[in-house]
């Protein structure tokens, strides 16, 4: 029985774009208004996303939302569906948007107050990450009514032969009897037989479900020659998914997080070049003590689909090269001298970059405006602040266990080559860099709109540049449900 | 069946859907409407002995009630079996909106079980009466014969748009059910204009529907956005089955004598030779700018149809070259003479049919 066998099918982890972190976190400007906004994708394709918009600032009356192809013009959207507005919070809307086929999306949102009107594009991957099996409680429903319909039909025909034919009053003889007997046999090895080719039709549909059902690449990982790291994408096979469509994410095709086992206190973000083949990557490490390390690549693939492919490799001790270029690492963490401070990080050169906690308790899937500043010795705003691969800061989250990782920037955890697609619509990807600047460099204080997915230890590496060298901060954080 | 056509609308039209959409309500309504009537029948008539319709009843599961009754209502079942189905195959495998799927074709024979249970029932009665009340009983016999038409025909709606009306495919679909229909339900009834009062049903009904439904406002809540409209997207204007029931009706009224392989055999062949001598130049039509107003229906379509697709440049799929067509044209005689032939059986029975 299909239902029977429909119950013990396995349940899929959402995986891409990150790891564990489906959710879509992005803050931009429409118009006049900022809106910091959440989608939800659907963990099955087509299926319903939810919206959450909160205007950071007030002035926004109307918000309206619409689904299309990331690519698409806004031209051939659907007439977009305005938002419910919150009783509570003036400032915060929510709503759904169907997304009918897999691939790359953009939430069109639209908002409207006083000020004028504003729009932005959010794009969200579409993709099935999960097969359901069929509920006990549902399937104690639908077996006893597919017997009932069963033995009905074939009670149903029985009568029919007995006694359809005969006049009122009228009682059936025996031969009549037997005929019934043979027709309700006949129609229920006929039904049985329905029952067999819906199952195999059944079976054809949830292959040809499979067979979107999003499988993530494969990373393998192997050091040659003492510090060459040599990293190969392996595709198990998705729909018609390419590793040779790679797209430049701030100018690399490979931004790779190493963070050190057990203890994630050191981080690596470094950018392997592609090699001879388009699936092989090489990357020369620095040195680094011999342990085991997590390694997370993200790529990004030409139609806006974002992955990141992760793996776990053993080193022994590397006596490496200097970081050059974009290629930055946390160093080993410093002891403050002073007591420690969960929100402080000490960086090199006396500076410190401290959170700015917007809430006190951190909840999963809500989002939040991670803000931190950079500080020099004397407390003050560092001075000579610097756009980091054209963003004023990366931050990458990763929980306790490896099962979660996030590369986000101040626009929210949408890849930048990604938002590059959905332009004329998307406002630039960094909404802090341009506006915020200071006399002289850009502000001290950076802002990641995201919001972690599941209950648990957080490490949040936060990357900012100054002077000309990387800074990169690590925070705990803790989050409840 | 007007559900079932608002349903198809409204997917064509806005795209998207709830549960709790009134075309959805419509549905379901009937099969909560027949499971409730027929469960009356069943119940009152197994439990008052001096039931008028004891005597005319049948026995099943310790229950007694007309045939018709039974089957109605397991149609309903099957109806509302299909719904808490059909939204975990949505939450298993997306929200799909075709017409074809496991739970949809639950549905449809929950319909269609309804359907037949109500011609049952009606001929139940109609085999017993005579005079005024049987003239009634036959139309209403002959009002449920063409929504069963109504109904096969959605089954097979998206396989046969007009922009495939000349291929040969499309005669071999509708030689596969609608020959069954005409000769079950004149054959069932001894009347001589059945299938073209079947037809007509069918006719008047798809037309009500093609015209009704662009008289309301709609708006695509799903995109790509390929066709901006404003009203919901109505059927097609119906396939002029009206002229081979026609010409089948005055042919069986002279051939009542013959055998039944006969008479199906040549009944097969007029009905695929006179429905193509009528539907394949009206299609033709159909494509023309003549038929592009609200009375033939050509200027409307769904908001994902494609303007370079043949069907918005009113344009045919090719005829099926060489093999393919005289394969696909075998296919249809064959089709339309078996269905002709098991009608002519179901017909019989049906005729016999005193409960």
């Known amino acids: 029985m299909k239902i029977l066998a429909a119950l013990l099918l396995a349940v899929a982890a959402p995986l891409y774009s990150h790891v564990g972190s489906p959710d879509v976190f992005y803050e931009g400007s429409a118009g006049p208004y900022r809106l910091l906004v959440t989608v939800r994708p659907p963990q099955v394709i087509p299926g319903v996303a939810e919206v959450e918009i909160r205007s950071v600032g007030p002035g926004v009356e109307k918000v309206r939302v619409a689904p299309l192809r990331l690519t698409a013009a806004a031209q051939f959207s659907p007439v977009p569906d305005e938002m419910r507005r919150s009783k509570d919070d003036p400032q915060f809307f929510s709503g759904t948007v169907w997304l009918m086929s897999t691939g790359s999306w953009k939430v069109l949102v639209q908002a409207e107050g006083k000020p004028g009107k504003g729009e932005i594009a959010v794009p969200v991957p579409a993709l099935s990450t999960r097969v359901m099996g069929m509920q006990t409680s549902l399937a104690a429903i639908l077996i006893p009514l597919c017997l009932v319909l069963v033995l009905g039909l074939a009670a149903i025909a029985s009568a029919s032969a007995r006694e359809a034919e005969l006049e009122p009053g009228q009682m059936p003889d025996a031969r009549r009897i037997r005929r019934s007997r043979i027709v309700m046999a006949v129609v229920l090895a006929g039904t049985c037989g329905v029952l067999v080719l819906g199952n195999s039709w059944w079976s054809a549909e949830a292959g040809d479900y499979s067979r979107i059902v999003y499988k993530p690449l494969q990373l393998k990982a192997a050091v040659q020659d003492g510090n060459h790291l040599l990293l190969t994408l392996d595709d198990p096979g998705w729909l018609n998914r390419r590793v040779d469509d790679l797209l430049p994410d701030h100018g690399h095709l490979m931004h790779l997080f190493i963070v050190n086992l057990p203890r994630m206190d050191q981080v690596w973000h470094l950018h392997p070049e592609r090699g001879r083949e388009p699936e092989t990557f090489a990357q020369t490490l620095p040195t680094m003590a011999a342990g085991q390390y997590a390694l997370f690549a993200d790529v990004v693939h030409a139609n806006g689909i974002a992955e990141t492919a992760t793996t776990r490799i053993e080193l022994s001790t590397i006596d490496g090269a200097k970081l050059e270029g974009d290629d930055a690492a946390s160093g080993p963490p410093i002891i403050p001298k002073g007591g420690y401070n969960p929100d402080v990080a000490e960086l090199p050169g006396g500076y410190r970059m401290l959170w700015e906690r917007s809430a006190v308790r951190i909840r999963a899937r809500q989002p939040y405006e991670f803000r931190f500043r950079l500080v020099d010795a004397q407390g003050a705003d560092a001075k000579d602040v610097e756009l980091y691969m054209g963003m004023q800061g990366h931050a990458a989250f990763v929980k306790d266990d490896g099962s979660v990782f996030a590369h986000v920037h101040p626009s929210g955890s949408v890849a930048a080559a990604t938002l590059a697609l959905t332009t004329p619509l998307t406002t630039p990807d960094d909404p802090h860099a341009m506006h915020n600047m200071a006399h002289g460099g850009l502000p001290a204080q950076v802002t990641f709109p995201y919001g972690l997915p599941q209950p648990g230890i957080y490490r949040i590496f936060v990357q900012m540049k100054r002077g000309g060298e990387i800074m990169t901060g690590m925070f705990n954080a803790s989050v409840e449900n | ?355």
């Open chain 2, 1 to 355: 069946m007007t559900g079932t056509h608002w349903d198809i609308s409204w997917h064509r039209s806005i795209g998207r859907d709830t549960f709790w959409t009134p075309a959805h309500v419509d549905i379901y309504l009937c099969g909560i409407l027949a499971g409730l009537a027929c469960g009356y029948l069943i119940l009152s008539t197994t439990w008052d002995r001096d039931s008028p319709l004891r005597k005319s009843s049948v026995a099943l599961w310790g229950f007694r009630g007309p045939l018709g009754a039974f089957i109605s209502a397991w149609g309903g079942i099957a109806m509302l079996t299909s719904a808490p189905f059909d939204d975990w195959w949505h939450s298993a495998y997306g929200l799909d909106v075709r017409i074809i799927s496991p739970p949809h074709m639950i549905l449809a024979s929950g319909i269609m079980a309804v359907h037949l249970g109500a011609l049952i029932l009606i001929l139940g009665q109609m085999n017993r009466a005579d005079g005024d009340q049987r003239t009634r009983l036959l139309r209403l016999y002959l009002y449920v014969g063409g929504m069963i038409l109504v109904c096969l025909t959605v089954l097979q709606m998206e396989l046969i748009y007009r922009t495939s009306m000349h291929t040969m495919r499309t005669y071999r679909l509708v030689a596969m059910v609608v020959p069954l229909v005409f000769a079950a339900i004149a054959r069932g009834s001894g009347y001589r204009w059945a299938a073209t009062w079947v037809a007509g049903v069918y006719t008047v009904f798809v037309l009500l529907m093609s015209w009704i439904l662009p008289l309301f406002p709609a708006e695509p809540k799903l995109g790509p956005v390929l066709h901006p409209l404003h009203q919901f997207t109505p059927p097609e204007f119906p396939l002029l089955l009206i002229v081979p029931a026609l010409v089948l009706d005055l042919m069986w009224q002279r051939t009542a004598r013959w055998g039944l392989w006969k008479q199906a055999t040549i009944s097969g062949f007029v009905f695929l030779a006179v429905f193509a001598a009528v539907q394949w130049p009206f299609a033709s039509f159909l494509m023309s700018p003549a038929a592009r107003n609200r009375f033939f229906g050509a200027i409307f379509f769904g908001y994902y149809a494609d303007p370079n697709s043949l069907y918005m440049r009113y344009l045919f799929r090719p005829v099926e070259s060489g093999a393919l067509f005289w394969k696909e044209l075998a296919w249809a005689i064959v089709a339309a003479i078996a269905t002709t032939r098991l009608g002519f059986t179901a017909g019989n029975w049906m005729r016999r049919v005193r409960r």
